[in-house]
């Protein structure tokens, strides 16, 4: 029997790691062939980073070793392959997955330890693969390989996917892995390939073209049943579009609410919706809700300057359609997110501006991400006529993985981050990164927001123009905010020279967290300091401003902005505060600032003793969730006894 070892490195988040999906999906397909079954002997995958020099020593007398790359494990893989190669000369050694180059100029010459370079869907090309080195070893007729004396055709896609075995369903993926006791499995699962969208930052439509094939409904209703059954706790939903296929998909979030009901499991489903999701996918939205599977509902846009999106060849709705879709997804109860990149060709740091004012000025959207613009090896953006057109420059520097574990990272793994572009210099960038904190951690996460919607309904001040006083604040007085401004110009400027992304605060837990996450639980844990953090913005913007706001109504509007935030210190069920001013009809009923006696109330989002599972359900998993925050429209009042009141004001 020829002997086949495997490795798909991850990263743990927490006590999670995902399942090796991809070679799975490979073996299972290679195992339901007799042939190939009878001569070929298949052996644990490598999964955990930590034992790479023990997996190492397994490859002694493999036979072929298949490697399945991606970003965050291409360092660790090379580094496997070129062990194995001295110890083991003889090994076939084949690379597949998203971060295998379709240019493969200078590949083998610089990793003459590799033996084949298989490109895009590989189940096919991998038998083909298997049964040539059964035969006589010429893989020249394989199609979709690259070697050191050839490159072959293109290999077709896969049309009919059910011809492809479940590993869930036969259950090949436990035989694939080492059970370790603590550690909790994520299911990759796909319903269907493809991508109709062409985005230029993106490998997805142009790794898969744009046809889509769906797997069979009956597959995906057994294996929804197998994680229910083995109790798995996490699905990674690999489409790029859930929710595409409408009839579908609704059928499927039925399916998935019934077994988180029924059965408790699964508890999480991870998902990138649609593209251009439209209000046809609320009843999907809801149906994951009702199963408590639903964090939020994606509208991403990534920018919102016309000219850039011309340039990355990507079409988003029309604004106001995006900004009624929002406050529809609101209506229902239904939480959405949005998505910019930061670093985009035909971006500048006006249009960066504006397209965030826009975004949090004019949609009801709860939460934003911002993240950079990485260049991937087989996205469009990385053809060198297009990078030179667009005088895109990178650095390369170590991967940002939010939330994963600061232990057992064994070597560091890198990306190419975008740092200028012709629309954009390097100094652009980095103060669009000074605006994406700012906007994150103060406004979507809700420390600063209805003090800057205060202003803004007062007296017209843009919430740009309030956060751009936020920052210039922070680089003049000494408060809690000019703490975190510090740290955050030290971790920006460190990520754009190449040193990394992943911010550790040992009082936050053992995990990378995103900085605007760290910023806002730093805040969120100092109530007092923050309270006068925000007193003496007051009395910046007041001087700075020109004016003369009575104090009773800032201090009136400090506390109802504090009440509205998750805090560690608050651990009553029930929160509730007395008010000067009606601030709800304010803020959600366009009426002019009542001074009226006000007492709101509402059921506190996170009551967790334990420091880091607080952390975690607040900003980890509440940031999608609005856990982080509580919204003004949904406030419950009571009566007020005024009699008490006036006893403990006195």
Same mark, same amino acid.
């Given at each position: 029997?020829?002997?086949?070892?495997?490795?798909?490195?991850?990263?743990?988040?927490?006590?999670?790691?995902?399942?090796?999906?991809?070679?799975?999906?490979?073996?299972?397909?290679?195992?339901?062939?007799?042939?190939?079954?009878?001569?070929?002997?298949?052996?644990?995958?490598?999964?955990?980073?930590?034992?790479?020099?023990?997996?190492?020593?397994?490859?002694?007398?493999?036979?072929?070793?298949?490697?399945?790359?991606?970003?965050?494990?291409?360092?660790?893989?090379?580094?496997?392959?070129?062990?194995?190669?001295?110890?083991?000369?003889?090994?076939?050694?084949?690379?597949?997955?998203?971060?295998?180059?379709?240019?493969?100029?200078?590949?083998?010459?610089?990793?003459?330890?590799?033996?084949?370079?298989?490109?895009?869907?590989?189940?096919?090309?991998?038998?083909?693969?298997?049964?040539?080195?059964?035969?006589?070893?010429?893989?020249?007729?394989?199609?979709?390989?690259?070697?050191?004396?050839?490159?072959?055709?293109?290999?077709?896609?896969?049309?009919?996917?059910?011809?492809?075995?479940?590993?869930?369903?036969?259950?090949?993926?436990?035989?694939?892995?080492?059970?370790?006791?603590?550690?909790?499995?994520?299911?990759?699962?796909?319903?269907?390939?493809?991508?109709?969208?062409?985005?230029?930052?993106?490998?997805?439509?142009?790794?898969?073209?744009?046809?889509?094939?769906?797997?069979?409904?009956?597959?995906?209703?057994?294996?929804?049943?197998?994680?229910?059954?083995?109790?798995?706790?996490?699905?990674?939903?690999?489409?790029?579009?859930?929710?595409?296929?409408?009839?579908?998909?609704?059928?499927?979030?039925?399916?998935?609410?019934?077994?988180?009901?029924?059965?408790?499991?699964?508890?999480?489903?991870?998902?990138?919706?649609?593209?251009?999701?439209?209000?046809?996918?609320?009843?999907?939205?809801?149906?994951?809700?009702?199963?408590?599977?639903?964090?939020?509902?994606?509208?991403?846009?990534?920018?919102?300057?016309?000219?850039?999106?011309?340039?990355?060849?990507?079409?988003?709705?029309?604004?106001?359609?995006?900004?009624?879709?929002?406050?529809?997804?609101?209506?229902?109860?239904?939480?959405?997110?949005?998505?910019?990149?930061?670093?985009?060709?035909?971006?500048?740091?006006?249009?960066?501006?504006?397209?965030?004012?826009?975004?949090?000025?004019?949609?009801?959207?709860?939460?934003?991400?911002?993240?950079?613009?990485?260049?991937?090896?087989?996205?469009?953006?990385?053809?060198?006529?297009?990078?030179?057109?667009?005088?895109?420059?990178?650095?390369?520097?170590?991967?940002?993985?939010?939330?994963?574990?600061?232990?057992?990272?064994?070597?560091?793994?890198?990306?190419?981050?975008?740092?200028?572009?012709?629309?954009?210099?390097?100094?652009?960038?980095?103060?669009?990164?000074?605006?994406?904190?700012?906007?994150?951690?103060?406004?979507?996460?809700?420390?600063?927001?209805?003090?800057?919607?205060?202003?803004? +309904?007062?007296?017209?001040?843009? /919430?740009?123009?309030? !956060? &751009?006083? $936020? *920052? =210039?604040?922070? +680089?003049?007085?000494?408060?809690? /905010?000019?703490?975190? !401004? &510090?740290? $955050? *110009? =030290?971790?920006?400027?460190?990520?754009?020279?190449?040193?990394?992304?992943?911010?550790?605060?040992?009082?936050?837990?053992?995990?990378?967290?995103?900085?605007?996450?760290?910023?806002?639980?730093?805040?969120?844990?100092?109530?007092?300091?923050?309270?006068?953090?925000?007193?003496?913005?007051?009395?910046?913007?007041?001087?700075?401003?020109?004016?003369?706001?009575?104090?009773?109504?800032?201090?009136?509007?400090?506390?109802?902005?504090?009440?509205?935030?998750?805090?560690?210190?608050?651990?009553?069920?029930?929160?509730?505060?007395?008010?000067?001013?009606?601030?709800?009809?304010?803020?959600?009923?366009?009426?002019?600032?009542?001074?009226?006696?006000?007492?709101?109330?509402?059921?506190?989002?996170?009551?967790?003793?334990?420091?880091?599972?607080?952390?975690?359900?607040?900003?980890?998993?509440?940031?999608?969730?609005?856990?982080?925050?509580?919204?003004?429209?949904?406030?419950?009042?009571?009566?007020?006894?005024?009699?008490?009141?006036?006893?403990?004001?006195?």
């Amino acid at each position: 029997m020829l002997l086949v070892n495997s490795s798909q490195y991850n990263f743990q988040y927490g006590n999670r790691i995902h399942f090796p999906y991809s070679i799975a999906m490979l073996e299972t397909f290679l195992q339901s062939s007799d042939h190939i079954n009878q001569n070929f002997k298949f052996g644990k995958t490598f999964v955990f980073r930590e034992h790479v020099e023990e997996d190492t020593n397994k490859c002694k007398n493999s036979d072929i070793l298949l490697c399945s790359c991606y970003v965050w494990n291409w360092e660790i893989t090379i580094h496997l392959a070129k062990q194995v190669k001295k110890i083991n000369p003889d090994c076939l050694i084949i690379f597949g997955g998203p971060q295998v180059p379709e240019d493969t100029t200078g590949f083998f010459e610089k990793h003459p330890f590799v033996d084949i370079l298989v490109h895009g869907e590989g189940e096919k090309i991998i038998e083909n693969i298997f049964n040539t080195y059964l035969d006589d070893k010429d893989f020249s007729n394989v199609k979709g390989i690259t070697t050191k004396e050839f490159k072959t055709t293109f290999e077709g896609r896969i049309n009919d996917l059910d011809i492809l075995p479940s590993p869930y369903l036969t259950s090949n993926i436990w035989e694939l892995v080492e059970k370790v006791e603590g550690v909790k499995w994520i299911c990759s699962w796909e319903t269907h390939r493809g991508c109709p969208y062409l985005c230029t930052f993106c490998d997805w439509g142009s790794a898969t073209f744009t046809k889509m094939r769906r797997f069979s409904e009956e597959r995906l209703f057994k294996e929804l049943e197998w994680f229910a059954e083995n109790k798995i706790g996490y699905i990674d939903c690999c489409d790029a579009n859930f929710g595409i296929f409408f009839e579908r998909d609704l059928r499927l979030g039925r399916k998935l609410k019934e077994l988180a009901l029924t059965k408790k499991f699964p508890q999480t489903f991870q998902q990138s919706w649609a593209k251009n999701s439209s209000e046809k996918i609320i009843p999907i939205a809801k149906e994951l809700q009702e199963g408590g599977l639903l964090t939020a509902v994606t509208l991403s846009v990534q920018s919102l300057d016309e000219n850039t999106l011309d340039i990355i060849k990507r079409e988003n709705m029309k604004f106001d359609k995006f900004s009624n879709l929002s406050n529809q997804f609101r209506q229902q109860g239904l939480p959405t997110y949005s998505e910019f990149i930061r670093g985009l060709p035909g971006e500048t740091l006006e249009t960066f501006k504006r397209g965030l004012e826009q975004l949090i000025g004019e949609s009801k959207i709860d939460t934003i991400y911002i993240f950079h613009c990485i260049i991937l090896p087989n996205a469009p953006m990385n053809i060198p006529e297009y990078r030179e057109k667009y005088k895109i420059k990178t650095v390369r520097s170590p991967i940002y993985l939010g939330h994963s574990s600061v232990n057992n990272r064994t070597m560091e793994e890198y990306e190419n981050v975008v740092i200028s572009t012709s629309s954009a210099t390097e100094e652009d960038i980095q103060e669009m990164y000074l605006y994406s904190w700012v906007i994150l951690s103060m406004h979507s996460f809700g420390i600063l927001e209805y003090v800057s919607r205060y202003y803004k +309904k007062a007296h017209g001040v843009s /919430f740009m123009k309030f !956060y &751009e006083e $936020v *920052i =210039e604040f922070c +680089k003049t007085e000494k408060s809690i /905010f000019s703490e975190e !401004y &510090e740290k $955050v *110009i =030290e971790h920006r400027n460190k990520g754009y020279q190449g040193k990394g992304w992943n911010h550790c605060d040992p009082n936050l837990g053992d995990i990378f967290w995103p900085i605007e996450e760290a910023t806002w639980l730093r805040l969120a844990s100092q109530k007092k300091r923050t309270l006068d953090g925000i007193n003496s913005l007051l009395d910046y913007l007041e001087k700075k401003l020109g004016y003369t706001t009575p104090k009773e109504i800032l201090q009136d509007l400090v506390k109802f902005q504090l009440f509205l935030i998750s805090t560690k210190e608050d651990q009553d069920i029930i929160k509730s505060e007395n008010f000067d001013y009606d601030w709800k009809g304010f803020f959600d009923n366009s009426s002019e600032l009542k001074q009226t006696k006000k007492s709101y109330n509402y059921k506190n989002q996170v009551i967790e003793k334990d420091d880091f599972e607080w952390n975690k359900r607040a900003i980890w998993y509440g940031r999608r969730g609005k856990i982080c925050k509580f919204d003004s429209n949904n406030l419950a009042e009571s009566q007020i006894n005024f009699e008490a009141v006036e006893i403990r004001n006195n």
